[in-house]
């Protein structure tokens, strides 16, 4: 059964860090681009970055370019988001999602993701 589950979420103070994880199961990651995403309260959910079936190629949104770094490790099947100097408005359900290529679609579109994961819950607050 075709799974991804995401994990690492948490509550931080302003400035904290991060490492949200997402696992993949029934498929090999080798083969597809991973999407993070997330979503606020009352807002629209939003693509955050992408990172290509090998790694050689990713993308960040701008509000967390600088900020957040995301890499792979094939061999566990899994892909992570780094997330530093976390701000308030970074609260929000983080999500992971497969592309059906092997690099990210420009520009990153939800409805060009065909699994997602269930989120994970990140929340910035003193």
């Known amino acids: 059964q075709l799974q991804l589950v995401e994990s690492g979420g948490g509550l931080v103070q302003p400035g904290g860090s991060l490492r949200l994880s997402c696992a993949a199961s029934?498929?090999?990651?080798?083969?597809?681009?991973i999407g993070w995403f997330r979503q606020a309260p009352g807002k629209e959910r939003e693509a955050v970055s992408c990172?290509?079936?090998?790694?050689?190629?990713?993308e960040y949104a701008d509000s967390v370019k600088g900020r957040s770094t995301i890499s792979r490790d094939n061999a566990k099947n899994t892909v992570y988001l780094q997330m530093n100097s976390l701000k308030p408005e970074d609260t929000a359900v983080y999500y992971c999602?497969?592309?059906?290529?092997?690099?990210?679609?420009?520009?990153?579109?939800?409805?060009?993701?065909?699994?997602w994961g269930q989120g994970t819950q990140v929340t910035v607050s003193s």
């Open positions: 999602a497969r592309y059906g290529g092997i690099w990210c679609p420009d520009p990153i579109g939800l409805d060009d993701f065909d699994s």
């Open positions: 990172i290509s079936s090998s790694g050689a190629s990713t």
């Open positions: 029934g498929f090999s990651l080798d083969y597809y681009a």
